[in-house]
């Protein structure tokens, strides 16, 4: 059975891509030193968020995805952050490749409202690995990658505020259902607003002005 070992060397944004992307530097290694064909990997990265402490900034910020603090034993649970798949050339006894994976800044997806809480420090991720190896000294045999192969990898926090940033200085992103943003679309040409950002502005000093209204109701 041919042995893999598996070290991730980095991480680091694709300067290049046509949409944010990470690239994962990986350390392969066949133990016993036979040739390696081909290999078709498939790697599977969970944050792993009990892994590391957090500042109360960023407990406030993580309030909607794990609750109250007091309730973190039991919530701060392990989170998909990302699929991805690389086919690594031929090699004998080490190879060094980039793995790239995709992100996203969509707050709707767990992951990205993760990252996007966290002010410092690096992010616990778990690559885990299956596949197929293709190999064979004077021959040629297809054997899975065994299941339990894992790399720890620590993601500073800043490379991804790197990678967003380059794609969208300065600005989120929010996904919304067609009849809401409808909704907005009309609120906002009936006022002649000239921008999405001042009918968010509009509708939150309303909001704003509504609920200071009511504190005074309540005295």
Same mark, same amino acid.
């Given at each position: 059975?041919?042995?893999?070992?598996?070290?991730?060397?980095?991480?680091?944004?694709?300067?290049?891509?046509?949409?944010?992307?990470?690239?994962?530097?990986?350390?392969?290694?066949?133990?016993?030193?036979?040739?390696?064909?081909?290999?078709?990997?498939?790697?599977?990265?969970?944050?792993?968020?009990?892994?590391?402490?957090?500042?109360?900034? #960023?407990?406030?910020?993580?309030?909607?995805?794990?609750? #109250?603090?007091?309730?973190?034993?039991?919530?701060?649970?392990?989170?998909?952050?990302?699929?991805?798949?690389?086919?690594?050339?031929?090699?004998?006894?080490?190879?060094?490749?980039?793995?790239?994976?995709?992100?996203?800044?969509?707050?709707?997806?767990?992951?990205?409202?993760?990252?996007?809480?966290?002010?410092?420090?690096?992010?616990?991720?778990?690559?885990?690995?299956?596949?197929?190896?293709?190999?064979?000294?004077?021959?040629?045999?297809?054997?899975?990658?065994?299941?339990?192969?894992?790399?720890?990898?620590?993601?500073?926090?800043?490379?991804?505020?790197?990678?967003?940033?380059?794609?969208?200085?300065?600005?989120?992103?929010?996904?919304?259902?067609?009849?809401?943003?409808?909704?907005?679309?009309?609120?906002?040409?009936?006022?002649?607003?000239?921008?999405?950002?001042?009918?968010?502005?509009?509708?939150?000093?309303?909001?704003?002005?509504?609920?200071?209204? #009511?504190?005074?109701?309540?005295?």
């Amino acid at each position: 059975m041919t042995d893999l070992d598996f070290r991730c060397t980095g991480v680091r944004p694709e300067p290049f891509g046509a949409s944010p992307t990470l690239l994962f530097g990986l350390r392969i290694e066949e133990l016993d030193h036979q040739p390696v064909h081909a290999l078709a990997l498939r790697c599977q990265i969970r944050i792993e968020p009990a892994r590391r402490t957090y500042d109360p900034d #960023e407990v406030d910020m993580l309030g909607d995805l794990f609750g #109250e603090p007091s309730r973190w034993s039991s919530t701060l649970k392990p989170l998909q952050f990302a699929h991805a798949s690389l086919t690594v050339p031929a090699f004998t006894g080490t190879t060094h490749v980039d793995l790239p994976v995709p992100c996203t800044y969509d707050t709707e997806v767990a992951s990205a409202s993760y990252f996007r809480a966290l002010a410092r420090g690096e992010i616990p991720l778990l690559m885990l690995f299956s596949g197929t190896v293709f190999t064979g000294r004077g021959g040629f045999r297809a054997e899975p990658v065994p299941w339990h192969k894992e790399a720890s990898c620590l993601m500073p926090v800043d490379v991804w505020r790197e990678l967003i940033e380059s794609y969208f200085p300065g600005t989120g992103w929010l996904r919304l259902r067609k009849d809401c943003l409808e909704s907005l679309r009309r609120y906002r040409s009936e006022r002649a607003l000239p921008s999405w950002e001042q009918v968010f502005e509009e509708l939150l000093a309303s909001a704003g002005a509504k609920q200071a209204e #009511e504190a005074k109701g309540v005295e």
